[in-house]
């Protein structure tokens, strides 16, 4: 899947505008900071995606000052202090942007924020499922899954389901029919306020180690998918390092590069657009408590 993510990136670079392409270029490594994990390296992608981010060890959490600026990328485990714990909450509460992957639902998001989304405890096998936007006007999903595109997203050996407790709160973003049928949850990716901040949250790695090969589409070559991104230039190129990949390989990569990408911009452009020091009115729900963030319109 190495190959599959850099082949994502240059589909990614091609079709990027110039602004974004600015917005990256002014991007520091402080501003998205990556707890280290035993099972996902979120780090391998955002690598080769060329986003700058500072690479932490989870028992660092315990001293490093964090900032609302700031995006916090857990990877599973989420193994943390009771002390990171709290720095965790707080840091949501003040603006921050949080994002956990499988086993931090329950070491990290169950405890930092309780009662909003919880492990179902019935863990899925090595599995690959289908997924579909659930909300196609988050601007978390843009250009994530283009028009005919038919992603697969890999479930690891005892991943977590998430099931849903708050409705009013929770934002499913990308959801999973055949996830739901076989493990009881359909959610493969939500979102939650939490007073003035955002946590984001996915079952499985974020680093995909494989992808299925379902159809014959997916089976096709890899220009073929550069193609019906609008990455005409790729295609053409059909780079000799990309000949042995398959359209559903880069599918997979670029889906989950897409997603990151967008989460790290869009954190950005809030950061330099809002961000203030002082709470605004019913920035953290009523009467101030940064337990009921905002509800979804």
């Not at 939500?190 to 680093?207: A, D």
Request: aromatic share 8%.
């Amino acid at each position: 899947m190495k190959d599959a993510y850099r082949a994502a990136r240059d589909l990614i670079e091609e079709k990027t505008s110039r602004s974004d392409r600015e917005l990256i270029a002014d991007l520091s490594s402080s501003e998205v900071v990556v707890v280290r994990g035993e099972y996902d390296r979120v780090e391998q992608v955002l690598e080769p995606a060329g986003m700058p981010f500072m690479a932490i060890d989870p028992k660092d959490l315990d001293r490093i000052d964090l900032n609302p600026s700031q995006m916090l990328v857990i990877n599973c485990p989420g193994k943390l202090s009771g002390q990171a714990i709290l720095k965790v909450r707080n840091f949501v509460a003040d603006g921050g942007s949080l994002f956990t992957t499988d086993w931090g639902l329950r070491n990290v998001v169950e405890k930092a924020f309780p009662g909003v989304i919880e492990y179902n405890d019935h863990p899925t096998p090595d599995a690959v499922v289908p997924v579909h936007i659930n909300d196609n006007d988050n601007p978390l999903l843009e250009g994530v899954f283009e028009d005919g595109s038919d992603p697969q997203w890999w479930l690891e050996s005892a991943s977590y389901p998430i099931r849903v407790l708050d409705h009013d709160r929770v934002n499913v973003l990308v959801e999973s029919r055949e996830l739901a049928s076989k493990w009881g949850e359909k959610s493969v990716v939500v979102s939650f306020e939490y007073g003035r901040g955002e946590v984001l949250h996915m079952i499985s790695h974020y680093y995909l180690q494989r992808t299925e090969l379902r159809s014959d589409r997916h089976k096709q070559k890899w220009t073929t998918y550069a193609k019906e991104v609008g990455a005409v230039r790729s295609a053409d190129a059909d780079l000799a390092a990309y000949s042995n990949l398959s359209a559903g390989e880069v599918e997979s990569a670029y889906t989950s590069t897409r997603f990151m990408r967008n989460a790290v911009l869009n954190k950005a452009r809030k950061s330099r657009r809002f961000l203030d020091p002082e709470p605004t009115p019913n920035s953290a729900g009523d009467e101030g408590d940064p337990k009921r963030g905002r509800k979804k319109k």
